[in-house]
T-cell receptor, first 116, second 111 residues
Framework: GAVVSQHPSWVICKSGTSVKIECRSLDFQATTMFWYRQFPKQSLMLMATSNEGSKATYEQGVEKDKFLINHASLTLSTLTVTSAHPEDSSFYIC????????????FGQGTRLTVV | AQSVTQLDSQVPVFEEAPVELRCNYSSSVSVYLFWYVQYPNQGLQLLLKYLSGSTLVKGINGFEAEFNKSQTSFHLRKPSVHISDTAEYFCAVNAGNQFYFGTGTSLTVIP
C-alpha cells in the first residue's frame, strides 16, 4: 500500500481562489518533506523543502507568499496555492525521504491542479 | 551542482523489442542514482536504484540499469518490452537528500 498519501488527486478551482494540498506520511515520521511541480511534458522541479516545526525553504524563483507550506506535525505537510491563476495549473507531487535508506524517498500520488 | 540529462525525449519501440533509455549525470559529490516510471496522472514509482556495490542493478518489471562512473551514465534497459511499459521514465540523482530529475523519456510501445 501507499506509504505517502497525497490529497486530493485532482482539483479544479476558479482563478483567485486558494487550494490546499495535503501530503501525509502513513508509516513513519517525517521531519522533512519535499514539494515538486511538474508542468506538462516537463520534469519535476523542486519547489520547496518542508521542515517540521520551522519555516519551509523555497527554491529560487518560487514565491513563498503564493505557495504556503505548513508542516505542523511529523506526518503532515500542506501546500496551499493562494490566489491561484491559470498559470499555476500543474501537477504537484510531494516526497518523503527515508532515514537510514541512502537517498531513498517515497512519492505521493500527485495532485493535478487546474485553475479556470 | 548536480544535473541529469536524458538524451531522448521520446522513444517508440515495437512490442517484444529491446529498449535502452539513456541517462547521463554530472555531480560534484557522490550521488545515488534512480529510475522512476510515471503513468498518466499518477505519481512516481521506483523502478530501480544504484546506491553502491555492483554496477548492474536489476529492478521491477524486468528492467535493469548499469552505472558507469567513468562515463557518468546510468542507462536503463529492458530486453523485451510490453505494451504496459508505455509510460514516462525519469532518471534522477540524489545528492544531500535532494532529488534532481532529468526531463524524462516518453516510451511508447507499438503493438
Amino acid at each position: 500500500g501507499a506509504v505517502v498519501s497525497q490529497h486530493p488527486s485532482w482539483v479544479i478551482c476558479k482563478s483567485g481562489t486558494s487550494v490546499k494540498i495535503e501530503c501525509r506520511s502513513l508509516d513513519f515520521q517525517a521531519t522533512t518533506m519535499f514539494w515538486y511541480r511538474q508542468f506538462p511534458k516537463q520534469s519535476l522541479m523542486l519547489m520547496a523543502t518542508s521542515n517540521e516545526g520551522s519555516k519551509a525553504t523555497y527554491e529560487q524563483g518560487v514565491e513563498k507568499d503564493k505557495f504556503l507550506i505548513n508542516h505542523a506535525s511529523l506526518t503532515l505537510s500542506t501546500l496551499t496555492v493562494t490566489s491561484a491563476h491559470p498559470e499555476d495549473s500543474s501537477f504537484y507531487i510531494c516526497s518523503v525521504p527515508l532515514r537510514g535508506l541512502k537517498g531513498e524517498a517515497f512519492f505521493g500520488q500527485g495532485t493535478r491542479l487546474t485553475v479556470v | 551542482a548536480q544535473s541529469v540529462t536524458q538524451l531522448d525525449s521520446q522513444v517508440p519501440v515495437f512490442e517484444e523489442a529491446p529498449v535502452e533509455l539513456r541517462c547521463n549525470y554530472s555531480s560534484s559529490v557522490s550521488v545515488y542514482l534512480f529510475w522512476y516510471v510515471q503513468y498518466p496522472n499518477q505519481g512516481l514509482q521506483l523502478l530501480l536504484k544504484y546506491l553502491s556495490g555492483s554496477t548492474l542493478v536489476k529492478g521491477i518489471n524486468g528492467f535493469e540499469a548499469e552505472f558507469n562512473k567513468s562515463q557518468t551514465s546510468f542507462h536503463l534497459r529492458k530486453p523485451s518490452v510490453h505494451i504496459s511499459d508505455t509510460a514516462e521514465y525519469f532518471c534522477a540523482v540524489n545528492a544531500g537528500n535532494q532529488f534532481y530529475f532529468g526531463t524524462g523519456t516518453s516510451l511508447t510501445v507499438i503493438p
